[in-house]
């Protein structure tokens, strides 16, 4: 299939990323004919400006090669020469195209009206199993040499190779209606003329040659959800035989070394299980707490009857570590069966049902915008065996919520065993292994979400491990609590009727459609209720969408940050108005919908089309009706000395996008963990490397509602990190600095960040507690850091959190500029994080409104709201973020702290004991300049 494509393929090398401010140093390119080779062409292009030093060691591109390369304008003419009239393609056309086309524009030419083709966009749609999409990656993949990858001329040909070599892929493996559907979809998408003209030439030539062509799809998706581990011999094993100076670990691993804390920390969870009791451990780090919860709880469960343990997690991280990691290595060393099940909650999974009815219906359900998206999901969907959409590394599951709501499992959707396509359904499978598992794997938010629907999705169960703990407290008074805003009244509207006259769709529709068909007692009645019902919704959806869109307004005029706290109704008439008519109207709408399904639950099965599916869909209604009405009652009566009560807004293009969101969360989770988990727990292991504060778990229990278990019944471990932080980590403590809150502190503690990060020459991570200091601190940097050729990579400037990551791994001398999610679960050791700056203690933002809520209530009740929440999280915040420092026994690297209320405060002294390395309080900024300098000399 080959020869079917004639093209250019074109690859650019340039100074940065900015089409304005960076320069083109390199253009490649290459003629295919017919799936050959003919015409190549090359020029390096001599640039105004110095070209950065990490930009040359990337490129391998030499001054002297630039100095004898073209003018910009007159490589430019020659590149245009050479592509004529062809087809273009390129490897992320966005930029090579959109970079290209702005020096053409800055250089008094028209751009390029080329058709061209992305073989980036094909291998998403096509190689959604591959780890990413990155031209290395796919290149790898189809065996194509990359190894002068970062020139232009090889990547050109390497792109050029890779669309060959994809045709062939095509080919082989996916099937003529897969191909059709994928064209039949990029016809109605947006800017996708040349995906569209390329998909047309495979069907075509896959009709041709459907009788002579035999596939066998060699696709394959290396994640899987379920481990049945069967040794050939079982034995009784203990955790001295599995951990032990000559155990099973040892055995297995050449430079294993024996951790008497890990030995402690397993026989603690185990004798937990066997006295059915609750146990709180820090484990610091280093310890190896995964493995010392895992083999535990697999010898208890067989040595119990195969007793169910579910482990949760905060982060997906930690969740497909502990199964496609640690659990692994479980299995290679020791000999006791067991079955382990990774499970997520329900909207992780695609749904049979709503994607069958999204083929059908694809015009009605998706804007042209959303299709592009969509198409990264055919082939996924066609080969996947789980259904879990995070196996499919094509698709952007945040970027394109929109479509993936469309498509995946809800509650609201679900038929369960009723619905026709349950014994194919991803959802339910899983769930079934899980029913049969010794260890099931979860995140907090399915735990959460499980508690509150008595245990509907997990099944009953007694023990629970909670890793990550110390996030539990904040991440359940959110989880526990509702939020509410315009699409969810409008998905669940356009779930029962949505469209004009001549394209009507939805529940309503449906069960109309089949009404009208089929021969039934009270059939007028019924349709005349099915019409109300629908004319109902038609005559209310202003209303929705007036409210949130005053919700937004009010927030934007009277809010901080985006979000204003309620904190009286009375100041908020419109709020109470609103409501009300919304409430009035659920009363309405309840009562057209219940006489649907009064009728239908009375007719004959036989009389009435898929009677079953359509009452279970009215059963589903009621049940929704039934709930949202009970939470628009809480919110028109709210709770306010034991709720957080605020409104927020989420970003959105369209301005005039009722935008605004009702957030509605409880202060304190503690009664509610004991009445609806505790209570049916008989043990539960919490475990963090930081919940303690100065070994003492008062902070936590108390959040978590564990002091009210009777005396003695919550057991208490701390297992020190194995590391000699004395030796591996020193702290400085720039107490000379003002105080965060002068206005000198900003520009004070910018210098000492740049001079710091030049003496050090080490790879640097700055935490931030604001954005708006990040920003400032990158803005100021970026230019002299640039001229410097050092790399500053900063959350929230174009890069994702993991390539950021990667890249900060990659180069030793990087600056990391980070907020809140860099303070912990990060891991970066060795030499390309040696020097951590935290700009400011990690105090929550006090007038955040659960926060703010929160320290009112402790007042009230009499409390010290600073020393009962406020300094015990700041405590917390601050071990993890002096945790991402140190990550293993190699590990060394200096902490340099510019809050200087770590000296001028009577809590700072808190802050000083808390972490375990020497710190130092230099009095004027040479003085940390020579301490820097010793440490990194040395």
């Known amino acids: 299939m080959r020869e079917l494509l004639d093209f250019v393929a074109l690859d650019i090398e340039t100074t940065g990323f900015d089409f304005e401010k960076n320069e083109i140093i390199e253009i490649g390119a290459a003629r295919y004919l017919k799936g050959e080779q003919k015409e190549t062409f090359s020029v390096f292009v001599k640039p105004l400006n110095p070209v950065p030093k990490f930009i040359k060691q990337l490129t391998r591109i030499t001054d002297q090669q630039l100095a004898g390369g073209d003018k910009i304008s007159d490589a430019l003419i020659k590149l245009l020469e050479f592509v004529g009239t062809d087809l273009i393609v390129c490897h992320n056309t966005s930029f090579d195209i959109g970079f290209l086309n702005a020096k053409y524009l800055a250089n008094g030419f028209t751009k390029l009206s080329n058709r061209t083709l992305d073989t980036l966009d094909l291998s998403r749609i096509y190689l959604p199993f591959i780890t990413n999409h990155k031209l290395g990656t796919v290149a790898e993949y189809f065996q194509v040499d990359l190894s002068n990858a970062h020139r232009a001329f090889y990547d050109a040909i390497a792109t050029a190779e890779i669309l060959v070599k994809l045709l062939d892929f095509i080919n082989e493996n996916i099937p003529l209606k897969l191909n059709h559907r994928l064209l039949d979809i990029a016809s109605s998408a947006r800017n996708t003329l040349g995906l569209a003209g390329f998909l047309e030439l495979i069907v075509d030539h896959q009709k041709k040659f459907a009788l002579l062509t035999k596939q066998k799809p060699k696709i394959h998706f290396h994640n899987r959800n379920y481990i049945e581990h069967k040794p050939e011999i079982t034995e009784n094993v203990t955790i001295e035989d599995v951990f032990g100076e000559s155990g099973l670990f040892a055995k297995e691993f050449e430079h294993y070394e024996m951790r008497q804390g890990q030995i402690d920390m397993a026989d603690a969870i185990l004798e937990q299980y066997l006295r059915d009791e609750f146990l709180l451990v820090e484990a610091g780090t280093g310890v190896g707490k995964s493995l010392a919860y895992l083999v535990p709880s697999i010898i208890y469960s067989n040595q119990n009857d195969n007793k169910k343990i579910i482990i949760s997690t905060n982060t997906k991280n930690l969740q497909e570590q502990l199964f496609y990691k640690d659990l692994p290595t479980v299995s290679n060393c020791v000999n006791l069966p067991f079955k382990a099940t990774l499970l997520k909650g329900r909207r992780n999974y695609v749904c049979q049902k709503k994607w069958l009815e999204a083929a059908m219906d694809m015009d009605k359900l998706f804007a042209p915008s959303e299709l592009r998206a969509l198409m990264n999901l055919i082939v996924w969907k066609e080969f996947t065996k789980t259904g879990d959409i995070s196996e499919n590394s094509s698709f952007n599951t945040t970027r394109d919520a929109g479509v993936w709501k469309k498509v995946s499992s809800d509650s609201f959707m679900c038929g369960g065993r009723r619905c026709p396509h349950y014994k194919q359904c991803y959802l339910m499978d899983v769930r079934k292994k899980a029913e049969d598992s010794n260890l099931v794997i979860i995140n907090h938010h399915l735990m959460l979400a499980d508690m509150t629907t008595d245990f509907a999705t997990l099944g009953e169960y007694e023990h629970l491990i909670i890793d990550e703990a110390h996030n539990l407290p904040q991440l359940a008074q959110i989880e526990l609590g509702m939020t509410i805003s315009y699409p969810d009244f409008n998905n669940f509207f356009n779930s029962l009727f949505t469209g004009k006259k001549k394209y009507q769709y939805g529940i309503l529709i449906n069960l109309k459609t089949a009404a009208v068909k089929s021969d039934f007692p009270k059939k007028e009645d019924f349709l005349k209720k099915i019409d109300e019902a629908i004319k109902i919704i038609d005559e209310n959806r202003d209303t929705f969408a007036d409210f949130f869109r005053k919700t937004r307004e009010v927030v934007e005029k009277k809010g901080s940050y985006g979000k204003l706290r309620i904190t009286n109704m009375d ?162 403590v720039a107490g000379f600095l003002p105080a965060p809150k002068d206005r000198f502190f900003a520009s004070q503690s910018l210098e000492l960040i740049r001079q710091s990060v030049e003496i050090s020459k080490a790879g640097t991570m700055v935490l931030f507690t604001a954005y708006k200091n990040l920003n400032e601190v990158y803005d100021s940097l970026y230019d002299e850091f640039y001229a410097k050729d050092i790399s500053l990579l900063a959350q929230g400037k174009g890069i994702g959190r993991s390539a950021m990551l990667k890249e900060f791994r990659k180069h030793r001398s990087s600056v990391l500029l980070g907020t809140n999610s860099f303070w912990e679960g990060v891991d970066v050791p060795g030499e390309s994080l040696e020097l951590l700056v935290l700009h400011k203690l990690p105090f929550l933002v006090p007038s955040e409104p659960i926060v703010e809520a929160y320290l009112e209530k402790l007042n009230a009740e009499g409390k010290d709201s600073f020393m009962h929440y406020m300094l015990p999280n700041a405590l917390l915040k601050y071990r993890q973020g002096f945790g991402r420092l140190i990550r293993n026994k190699t590990d060394k690297g200096v902490v340099l702290v510019l809050d200087n209320r770590i000296l001028t405060k009577r809590y700072g002294r808190f802050f000083k004991d808390t972490i375990p390395a020497k710190t130092v309080i230099p009095a004027t900024e040479l003085e940390i300049y020579d301490h820097l300098a010793k440490w990194f000399r040395n």
């Open 571 to 732: 100041d908020h008439y419109f709020l109470t108005d609103y409501l009300s008519q919304i409430i009035n109207f659920w009363k309405d709408f309840s009562r057209a919908m219940l006489p649907l399904y009064d009728i239908l639950s009375n007719v004959n099965k036989q009389k009435f089309i898929e009677h079953s599916q359509h009452l279970e869909s009215l059963e589903r209604i009621q049940q929704k009706i039934a709930e949202t009405y009970t939470n628009l009652i809480s919110l028109h009566n709210p709770n306010l000395e034991n709720y957080a009560f605020w409104m927020e807004t989420f970003q959105v293009q369209d301005e005039n996008y009722p935008s605004g969101v009702l957030c509605y969360c409880p202060l304190n989770v503690n009664d509610i963990f004991n009445s609806l988990l505790y209570d049916r727990m008989k043990s539960v292991i919490f475990t963090s490397a930081t919940i303690a504060i100065r070994d003492k778990f008062k902070y936590f229990a108390n959040r978590m509602g564990l002091d009210q278990r009777e005396d003695g019944f919550v057991k208490e471990l701390v297992v020190q990190s194995p590391f000699d932080y004395s030796k591996q980590a020193l702290v400085l």
